[in-house]
């Protein structure tokens, strides 16, 4: 009994504390410490309910909590973040956190030197920030799991929300509950799932808020909810940045730089730099060089911050600077020395010389590829990005002084960029139908022996001529319709059919919930398996290939086309189908593009669009994607890559292709190494007569005029100066038959045949993947022949030409020896298990 009145007088004791006479806002946070234990109780003595805190606090360098209690906390550095648990979260008027106080241990014992309370004064001076009006997410994370607490301030129901947040560089996450998390670089969203998708008004995701896995306990750079600061303050603007000098200038160029600004409520993307009210330019650090200027003029500079949504800060202070008089000198500098690479890797090479001297003084470097000036820099060393991999390029330097007198070039450097993989590519093509008629999942590749996977295969939109995507629509049953494959795609396999546990890369089923399901989900789960793999979405094919001609058609058109599929595959950007999709859903999933135009300046399957314009549109369109991808990826941190299934045939090589041209922005040319002989569904194609259809070397008994070989194929690109460490060979996971074949005494090879053998599937005769070849196909007799090295088999009656563990052995060996980059193989649910390891064994 005598406790109760000893506890109210320590309520009454603390409250006159933490409620001064002059408060201005009615909320306090009053910190006591009783040695290393510290404590925060918390008072409203204002007249509304406080519903939603948390308390930042700086310690001193060094001083780290623990041990708490009624609580969460993060810390960074010396600040730390106190969350409260959901009992204390919520205080009515006249109430405070007794006898639930949040407490902690400290390291030392030491008291904190800064504290606020939602971003006021923890003893309750000044004025308190205006309530939300929208929705919040408080964030909190301890012992490696971090969780969001959705609130709603308005008086409806809000029925959809997602949060972006920026982490710290290197920060990681994963395995997330009552929310989906996706991560593209440092860029993190969570979105909701069905039963936490609506929050009331009034009220929050509790108990069933997202949590998730992070690497480390850190608080997030930036937080958005639904394109608001999440804890429901509006944009601050970033502050104009000061201190703008001009250290150097010629006749033509201004070298500008500046104090950083300070960040508003969002991240400082760029700064931008302004002659007048014109734009000049623009930079991601706190200078620039304006050029293009006229020499012996005035012009006045300022300088704005811009954030990451685009806000831009109040101009700097105008400095006045007038441009060098080229009268004034007219001797060059001396040539700079030493040039050298310091660094190296597949996109980039770090360069560095030995500076020149100048009797007025040297003002920058110009940095040359070839004969042309790539960069230009203040410094005696730079890295030239935007390379392509495998690729011999030629630097020189040159100094130019303060009146752009220009010395002789420094001494040649030629360096090759590094491998787009160490060892050897493995290129598997996964096809988004697998996974009905096949059985053939995500979960079935073996991707500790693949490097790539090329998923197969995105549409292009025939009325607005973008990526197409969201759609769920078959190709009509008529291989030669022209119009077979138009506004087609299949959403539902792609990211909106659930699988099941037996289905699933990690065995744990999708609810049919989630906004991220389907193919998609199981690659993600696939990429956080094997971290080192690259995914990459195959735009176009046999059937989607009908409208590359009219997106490569104008500079216009090529731009908004690689911007679509940016949009869509690289920002994960997915349209709404069936409950999945959404915005960034996808991101993170793709690590690229595989073009498979068939055929640029050629024939393809029948309606497709095609003319000689194509084979310079083509190159155009390669160098847009990889000038987009290139700028995407300065954005992200990553560099995505560009692939193409480019043709083996040299007629269709000269109509569509300029390889060397094109070697320059494409990092590998998967190349057809099979389809060399076949007949058609329909039997459109070689009806008539067996022949080998991927053979290695020419086959002296080869009827036909044009001898196919894979040899002859890599030799073309070769001949034309594509490097070697870009081509991968492709090799045939299926098998192409004819029927009523005799024998000919060659065991059915060139021989006459009578249309398509039966097929896997009846719209597919002519076909099969090699696992149901050898399983399906009773009594063939296998051939090895050794002069063509291709393989065969022969019942008597069907013949087939596939590539086999014997074949693959051979041209593995063969693309050794050739330097060549890898293989591909066309497609992964032709075979279950003896193919991949021929493809391995070979490649080690």
């Known amino acids: 009994m005598r406790r109760i009145p000893a506890l109210l007088a320590v309520l009454v004791a603390v409250l006159a504390l933490a409620v001064p006479a002059r408060a201005a806002t009615g909320i306090t946070a009053t910190f006591s410490r009783t040695g290393t234990s510290g404590k925060f109780v918390v008072a409203n003595a204002s007249t509304t309910a406080l519903n939603g805190w948390s308390i930042k606090f700086d310690l001193p360098a060094g001083v780290t909590v623990g041990n708490v209690q009624n609580a969460t906390t993060t810390q960074n550095g010396t600040r730390v973040t106190l969350t409260p648990a959901f009992y204390i979260n919520n205080l009515p008027p006249g109430r405070n956190t007794e006898p639930y106080s949040p407490t902690f241990t400290l390291s030392t014992a030491a008291d904190p030197t800064t504290c606020t309370i939602n971003n006021m004064a923890c003893d309750g001076s000044g004025d308190p920030p205006p309530a939300p009006t929208g929705l919040t997410a408080d964030y909190s994370v301890t012992g490696g799991t971090a969780k969001f607490i959705v609130r709603n301030h308005t008086t409806a129901a809000i029925t959809d929300w997602s949060i972006t947040v920026t982490l710290p560089n290197s920060v990681t996450v994963g395995n997330g509950q009552n929310g989906t998390v996706s991560q593209s670089g440092n860029q993190v969203t969570v979105t909701p799932v069905h039963y936490n998708k609506t929050v009331a008004a009034g009220g929050s995701t509790e108990p069933y808020s997202p949590t998730f896995s992070i690497s480390q306990n850190v608080d997030p750079v930036t937080c958005r909810i639904n394109n608001a600061n999440c804890d429901g303050s509006a944009d601050t603007p970033p502050s104009a940045p000061t201190g703008l000098a001009s250290p150097t200038k010629t006749t033509r160029t201004v070298s500008l730089q500046w104090n950083a600004s300070t960040a508003g409520s969002l991240p400082i993307a760029d700064y931008e730099v302004y002659h007048g009210s014109t734009l000049a330019t623009s930079s991601t650090t706190t200078s620039a060089i304006v050029a293009g200027l006229n020499p012996n003029t005035s012009y006045s500079f300022t300088v704005k911050a811009k954030d990451t949504k685009g806000t831009l800060s109040a101009a700097s202070a105008a400095l006045s600077v007038t441009t060098n008089n080229p009268a004034d000198d007219t001797t060059p500098p001396t040539a700079p020395g030493n040039l050298r690479a310091t660094a190296k890797d597949a996109g980039s090479i770090t360069l560095a010389w030995n500076a020149s001297t100048d009797n007025r003084g040297v003002a920058n470097y110009d940095v040359y590829v070839g004969s042309t000036v790539k960069t230009t820099v203040s410094g005696t060393s730079t890295t030239v990005s935007g390379l392509a991999p495998s690729t011999s390029y030629t630097f020189t330097v040159r100094a130019r002084d303060i009146y752009d007198n220009v010395s002789a070039a420094s001494n040649a450097l030629t360096e090759r960029t590094s491998d787009i993989v160490g060892g050897y590519a493995r290129v598997g093509y996964f096809v988004q139908w697998g996974i009905y008629g096949r059985q053939y999942f995500v979960k079935d590749m073996d991707a500790a022996k693949l490097t790539h996977v090329n998923y197969a295969f995105g549409n292009i939109d025939p009325v607005n001529l973008t990526c197409l995507h969201g759609v769920t629509k078959g190709t009509s049953p008529n291989p030669q319709d022209p119009n077979q494959g138009d506004g087609a795609g299949d959403a539902e396999a792609d990211y909106s059919r659930p699988m099941s546990a037996a289905q699933s890369v990690d065995g744990v089923a999708d609810s049919g919930w989630e906004p991220l399901r389907g193919n998609y989900n199981q690659l993600r789960k696939l990429k956080a ?275 086999d563990a014997w074949s693959i052995q051979r041209k593995t060996a063969w693309l050794k020896s050739k330097n060549l980059l890898g293989a591909m193989f066309w497609e992964m649910s032709g075979d279950r298990g003896p193919l991949m390891a021929a493809v391995d064994a070979g490649l080690r």
Request: charged share 20%.
């Open 529 to 803: 398996k094997f971290p080192a793999l690259k995914v990459l979405i195959s735009l176009g094919g046999w059937t989607y290939s009908k409208y590359f001609s009219d997106v490569a058609a104008t500079d216009a058109s090529r731009k908004k086309f690689v911007s679509s599929c940016i949009d869509i595959y690289l920002k994960g950007n997915l349209p709404v189908y069936n409950g999945a999709g959404g915005p960034g859903t996808a991101a993170g999933i793709f690590d690229g593009f595989d073009l498979d135009w068939e055929w640029p300046g050629a024939e393809g399957h029948a309606g497709n669009h095609f003319g000689p314009q194509d084979k310079v549109n083509n190159s155009l369109l390669i160098e847009e994607f990889r000038r987009q991808i290139d700028a995407y990826g300065a954005t992200t941190g990553k560099r995505y890559q560009l692939t193409a299934f480019t043709p083996a045939d040299p007629a269709k090589i000269a109509a569509g292709w300029e390889l060397a041209r094109v070697a320059q922005s494409m990092d590998i040319f998967n190349v057809q190494g099979y389809d060399f002989h076949g007949s058609g569904s329909d039997n459109s194609w070689e009806p008539n007569r067996t022949g080998h259809q991927g053979n290695l070397y020419p086959d002296p008994d080869d009827p036909y005029p044009f001898h196919f070989s894979v040899e002859n194929t890599v030799n073309e690109y070769l001949d034309a100066g594509v490097p070697s460490r870009k081509i991968t060979l492709g090799l045939a996971f299926y098998g192409r038959g004819w029927q009523n074949v005799t024998n000919g005494g060659k065991n059915g090879e060139w021989q006459a045949a009578g249309g398509a053998a039966p097929g896997q599937f009846p719209e597919e005769a002519g076909t099969r993947g090699y696992a149901n070849l050898v399983a399906s196909v009773p009594n063939c007799t296998v051939f090895h022949d050794e002069v063509a090295v291709a393989t065969s088999c022969y019942t008597g009656n069907q013949w087939w030409t596939f590539d």
